[in-house]
């Protein structure tokens, strides 16, 4: 049982022990222990990556994954349970660590049927772990599946507002993405000749530019569903809306780069020539996306709708940082993935704060309140930063490096076209600045609107543990940089290489 | 360098920050003034000895201290570091000048305010991100400061957190600058892939595209020219610099940004942050001088501004607004000062830094005595002011000095600087510029004589008590006056183009008497019709102007109506007319599109059920149809 | 007999559909269950006569037609008693009511 096994089955394990539980504290503290045992785990395995002797593939566009656990499950159909790791999947490990953590932490209030709840939550999280270490597209499918069907569960029962509704929509529109990924992964299977699911072998095959043409936009669109993929993004507002709070931290924070990373780690990897030829088109989609996204935001008069709409945004870079089909964008991509993660954990648990005092989410009932709590007014503002991009804050490093990539542009397209659609992509950071201002000034400034509000607290100790920590992530990515980019940079290699073949 | 290494001058004002604001500003407020004074007042020490110490070494620019910090790919590393050279240096020690009499200032003014710990720690890291971006050794930093900078501004302007104006207008500050931010964000992109593919010799092996190093020498210099899309790059770099700086027309958000409190107003939109787009330009001017284009654009731009603002500003009411303007419309000299300069006649360059220098001694004594008024009257309305050189004579006397500097009176600093930047203007054959730049003295000293008159001279038309007089402020107020005011005298005299030049050193040589005189004789013009229409108290004359030019004064005196403009294009335009139809779009169509696939399943579903009519003999009459079609293909296809 | 199975085959036929035009239009039970057993007769009939014109020495058919008739009454005997018990609730047996299979 090698450490990645542990990685993925801990939250499992986790939930067996809450099944048992039966007060409400003590399945929270199963949960918190559980989750940061996995977060201390996460920052083993980070270091063993860093200090154990390095596994280098000889091939340039093979991955070089690490702390590899291969058995053989159903060999007549060439499924094996194939775990590994290399630096993207370490940022997303460590990414979904902390946001577990702090998710769980952020849920301390839920008393309904906590045990289910709790119980749901870390079989979700399973599947995301399973997802970011699995190397057989089998073994993956089957994460990826577990990590989306306790959606709807989680949203239908413990959501708010019109949650049936949402958590059908959701779990209907991603199961069409998983739908579109099963007829892509067979394809791959049997268009392969090679009788196996095991993607490092999937890698060394050159389909036929016909059988890469039609794989690819599918598997792109299949992970583009959850990666909130212009037109396909609707499941989102209302999803994040009707959620409760861990569970919007958890879906915008994770699950949504589930999306992005299968877009880089298997469209673009195993098909790089269906990549070349359909990248520009996903590029402007994409850039619908960001620019769409943060407009649609600056109406929006609930708070969960307006973070969803930026998250609907900033997906659309990781997506379009994908199709830039260039190594400054991929790096970008997979930063912005961290970033985003780390962004809207925060926004949404903070959103849970508020409303949890307030008892509305709409903008306009709220006002002043900066006065009355003071530490969620500075962890929304600082949040908001992120989210638009400031220097010093995860999201400007990931956003410079995106635009770069997108302005370097790459020797398949047309440059004009790739700067023209990065220019258009840059014109969000005044967007975002605008309604991330807008929506904050008017909940946290000013004088305080409804005199009920004088009596709020400000953040308890288990909510400052929370945002404290991921404020700072946040800085922490945004401050040394070099820590992630010399992670995923070795990782993001062979995707070039192969690109470049 | 010195005793200490160079990058502590950053390290103090972030550790002031850092610890003031997350620690000592729970305890006491005062404290943290303290601390935050103390801090600044080390690092105005260390900036002095610093330049002292650099000048002396005759070096052209040392980088001091540097690390890698982003990686984008192998040959194109973005560092932060220090780089020292004469404008740094000069930078350096204006900015922690000002900050450290500020700070000495605030000491009183904000002293009975709550957040007063919050204010120091604010200016803390203001001061610091300013500092970031004059020693930032590459373009790319430099952005990255620029916008600590813009956020530093946001939370002071908007630190009457309660006040709506003051929230709005922190907001319109920093969306403003950001929208420049845009432009400079593109011109990096640009300017870093023209750098990568500049001929790779010996330079670029050292340094990194973006590095000013790189960018500033001559070779590479030629190269970018020559790719045809340098003058496109540094425009969109000078928009960067044109939001900072408030230039036309992105000049919207600084009389607004007067919302701060008064210290604030002094430190940031008076003397340091607002010249951050003189100092971009100034910085990449090697490479303004090789696009003639950009810098004509630059020149232009910068000229009326200077104009338009100057105009206005003899309108308002408000002594903060009228400082506001002034500060736009003396930006406006040093940009177009810029603009005229070139390899064959550098002087505009050295000019445009030297008022850079003068401009910020005596504008922010301007700023921190309208505070002292402010004050001591409780208003800013120079209507409800008047005959305080009686109560106030510390606050009199120095702000007259301000006064005469500005307006450009010898021997006065503001004479000299801006009678180099006409000459600059006159000798390079930009003859518009230089009657245009005269007009704008003129009116820059009339609007100035009006506040002084009006505030100082003739009766206390205060709305207040009769027996309560306005008094002079604390020690701790007046001394940062006295002691700019002795700067605003004496900086004139500083040999400025022996430390500070381009292409080659100017020599100093004896002034143009042309200028001068011309100058000057549009300084007393000025200052006398301002004395002849507001030192006394009969202001009729005043309102036979105002109904004489009617219709036009109004439309100047609402700074020609660009807030209201700001406000449609970005309510009614960009809110309703593009944002609301995508949000209504994305909930109706696209969701709608998902919406009603649900709702055909669910209907075709519901048609389909028809089937079961639960009659036994539609299910018979079913099983024969279908037995007969299975034969009959049966035989047709099998058989 | 041998050159007379057309016959017997179209009587048969001519039975069958009898009882599928009385399967299709009856509205009483009974009378479904009449129609049900003129079908099943209709092909006992169509096998015997097949078979006794391809095997006319053996009896197998005939003792298959045996087990078709005790099948069919035992059949008839099921349905003959849900019948029963519905006609003790007071209900006609109508087919066209007996909808209870409809969503």
Redesign the interface.
């Known amino acids: 049982m090698g450490i990645l096994s542990l990685i993925v089955f801990i939250p499992f394990l986790t939930a067996i022990f809450i099944l048992f539980a039966k007060s409400p504290k003590t399945i929270k503290s199963i949960a918190l222990a559980g989750t940061g045992l996995h977060l201390l785990a996460s920052f083993v395995l980070t270091y063993l990556f860093f200090n154990s002797p390095q596994n280098i593939n000889p091939d340039p566009t093979g991955l070089s994954l690490q702390f590899v656990e291969k058995w053989d499950w159903f060999s007549s159909f060439g499924v094996s349970y194939f775990l590994g790791v290399d630096g993207i999947s370490l940022a997303m490990i460590l990414l979904t660590s902390v946001i577990i953590f702090t998710g769980v932490l952020a849920s301390w209030n839920v008393e309904n049927r906590s045990k289910e709840f709790f119980a749901l939550l870390l079989l979700l999280v399973t599947g995301v772990f399973g997802v970011f270490v699995s190397f057989d597209l089998f073994l993956f499918f089957i994460f990826y599946e577990v990590a989306v069907l306790p959606m709807y569960l989680l949203i239908g029962i413990w959501g708010t507002g019109p949650k049936e509704y949402s958590a059908m ?1 959701l779990t ?2 991603l199961m069409l993405g998983s739908a579109f990924l099963m007829v892509a992964f067979l394809g791959l299977f049997h268009l392969s000749g090679l009788n196996t699911f095991d993607m490092t072998k999937l890698a060394q095959v050159n389909f036929d530019l016909q059988t890469q043409r039609w794989i690819f936009p599918t598997l792109f669109v299949g992970f583009g569903i959850l990666g909130a993929l212009y ?1 396909f ?3 989102s ?2 999803g994040h809306a009707s959620a409760p709070t861990a569970v919007s931290m958890l879906h915008a924070g994770v699950l949504m780069k589930l999306g992005g990373y299968g877009a880089l780690r298997i469209a673009v990897y195993l098909l790089p020539e269906g990549a070349k030829e359909w990248a520009l088109f996903f590029m402007a989609l994409t850039t619908i996306n960001i620019l ?1 996204g943060s ?2 935001a ?3 008069k609930d708070l969960k709708y307006f973070t969803a709409y930026s998250s609907v945004s900033h997906c659309g870079m990781v997506l379009f940082g994908v199709a830039t089909l260039n ?2 964008g991929f ?1 970008g991509a997979v930063l912005q993935m961290v970033s985003h993660g780390l962004m809207t954990g925060l926004f949404f648990s903070l959103i849970g704060m508020v409303y949890g005092r307030t008892h509305t989410r709409i903008i306009n009932e709220m006002g ?1 309140l ?2 009355v709590m003071p530490w969620l007014a500075t962890s929304f503002y600082i949040a908001g ?1 992120a989210s ?1 991009g ?3 804050l995860s999201g ?2 990931a956003e ?2 995106i ?2 990539g997108g ?2 542009g790459n020797p398949w397209h047309d440059l004009t076209w790739m700067r023209v659609l ?2 258009l992509s ?2 969000s ?2 967007v975002t ?2 309604y991330v ?2 929506g904050l ?1 008017q909940v ?4 305080i609107t409804n005199l009920h509000f004088n009596e709020l607290t400000d953040a308890s100790l288990t909510e400052k543990v929370t945002t404290a920590l991921l404020i700072a992530s946040l800085f922490f990515v945004g401050l040394y ?2 820590f992630f ?1 010399d992670m995923i ?1 070795p990782a993001i290699n062979p995707i070039i290489n192969r690109l470049n073949m | 360098m010195v005793l200490l290494p160079t990058w502590m001058i950053l390290a103090i004002p972030l550790l002031s920050f850092i610890i003031n604001g997350l620690f000592v500003r729970r305890f006491s407020g005062h404290l943290a003034a303290k601390i935050g004074t103390i801090a600044i007042g080390f690092n105005f020490l260390f900036s002095l000895a610093l330049a002292y110490y650099f000048f002396q070494s005759g070096e052209l620019s040392t980088l001091e201290w540097h690390t890698e910090w982003l990686r984008f790919q192998s040959n194109l590393i973005i560092h932060i570091g220090v780089m020292i050279d004469p404008l740094s240096a000069m930078m350096l020690v204006v900015v922690n000048t000002i900050s450290f009499f500020v700070h000495i200032y605030s000491l009183g003014y904000m002293h009975d305010d709550e957040g007063v710990g919050r204010f120091f720690s604010y200016l803390s890291l203001f001061t610091f991100s300013m500092l970031g971006l004059v020693v930032a050794p590459n373009l790319f930093q430099m952005y990255v400061f620029w916008e600590l900078v813009g956020v530093s501004s946001f939370l002071l302007i908007g630190f009457y957190y309660t006040k709506p104006s003051a929230v709005s207008a922190a907001k319109k500050a920093f969306i403003v600058t950001r929208f420049a931010d845009l432009g400079f964000l593109i011109g990096i992109l640009l300017l870093g892939y023209l750098g990568l593919s500049v001929n790779q010799g010996q330079i670029s092996s050292v340094y990194s595209p973006l590095d000013f190093l790189f960018l500033n020498n001559p070779d590479v210099g030629l190269q970018l020219a020559s790719s045809g899309l340098l003058t496109t790059g540094l425009l969109l770099i000078f928009i960067g610099a044109a939001g900072k700086s408030a230039l036309f027309p992105l000049h919207i958000w600084l009389p607004d940004a007067m919302e701060g409190p008064t210290p604030v107003s002094a430190l940031i939109h008076a003397a340091t942050m607002v010249v951050a787009g003189v100092y971009l330009v100034a910085r990449l001017f090697p490479l303004f001088n090789l696009a003639p284009v950009a810098l004509e654009v630059v020149s232009w731009v910068g000229l009326f501004t200077s104009l338009f603002a100057a105009v206005i500003a003899c309108t308002q009411d408000d002594i903060k607004r009228v400082l506001a303007f002034s500060t736009l419309s003396q930006i406006g000299y040093m940009i177009f000062a810029l603009g005229v300069a070139s390899d064959l006649y550098p002087l505009g360059y050295t000019a445009s830094l030297f008022h850079l220098f003068t401009h910020a001694f005596f504008k922010a004594l301007l700023f921190l005595g309208a505070g002292s008024i402010i004050h001591a009257v409780h208003t800013n309305d120079v209507w409800q002011m008047g005959g305080l050189k009686k109560y106030m004579p510390i606050t009199h006397i120095t702000f007259l000095v301000a006064v005469l500097s500005i307006s450009g009176i010898f021997p006065f600093s503001g004479f000299f600087s801006k009678d180099e930047i006409l000459t600059a203007a006159l000798e390079s054959g930009h003859m518009t510029h230089y009657l245009v730049g005269l007009f704008v003295a003129l009116l820059t000293s009339f609007y100035m004589g009006r506040i002084y008159f009006l505030t100082f001279w003739g009766q206390s038309r205060s709305h207040e008590n009769a027996s309560h007089h306005p008094h002079e402020s604390t020690w701790v107020m007046t001394l940062p006056l006295v002691l700019l005011a002795i700067l605003a005298l004496s900086s004139g005299w500083l040999p400025f183009a022996n430390y500070l030049w381009f292409a080659h050193k100017h020599d100093h040589h004896s002034l143009n008497m042309t200028v001068a005189f011309s100058g000057t004789l549009a300084a007393i013009i000025g200052l006398s019709s301002a004395w002849f229409l507001y030192s006394k108290n009969n202001f009729s004359k005043v309102q036979k102007i105002q109904t004489g030019m009617g219709q036009a004064y109004q439309i100047i005196k609402a700074k020609f109506y660009f807030d209201e403009l700001y406000l449609f294009v970005t309510h009614k335009i960009v809110f309703n007319k593009i944002a609301g139809p995508i949000a209504w779009f994305d909930k109706k169509v696209v969701d709608g599109g998902v919406d009603l696939t649900g709702e055909m399943s669910q209907t075709f579903g519901q048609k389909l059920t028809l089937i079961q009519t639960g009659q036994v003999q539609n299910y018979i009459i079913w099983f024969i149809v279908g037995f007969i079609t299975v034969l009959t293909l049966y035989y047709n296809t099998v058989l | 007999m041998n050159s007379h199975l057309l016959e017997w085959l179209i009587m048969s036929l001519f039975i069958f559909c009898v009882g599928i035009y009385g399967l299709l239009t009856r509205k009483s039970g009974v009378g479904l269950l009449i129609s049900l057993e003129l079908m099943i007769n209709a092909g006992a009939l169509n096998f015997i006569s097949i078979h006794r014109f391809l095997y006319p020495a053996q009896v197998d058919a005939q003792v298959f037609v045996l087990f078709v008739i005790a099948i069919a009454a035992a059949e008839v005997l099921l349905a003959l008693a849900l019948f029963m018990l519905l006609i003790k609730k007071q209900q006609p047996v109508d087919i066209t009511q007996l909808n209870h299979l409809k969503h």
């Open positions: 929509k209907l529109m037109p993004h609707t499941w507002p209302d769409y407009l649609g600056i109406k929006q190594f400054i790096k002043g900066a006065k930063f638009l400031l220097p010093s400007f490093v410079s490096q635009f770069m302005f370097m990065t220019v840059t014109m950071i005044v600045a605008v201002l807008r000034a946290f400034m000013g004088p940089p070099k980019v940079e």
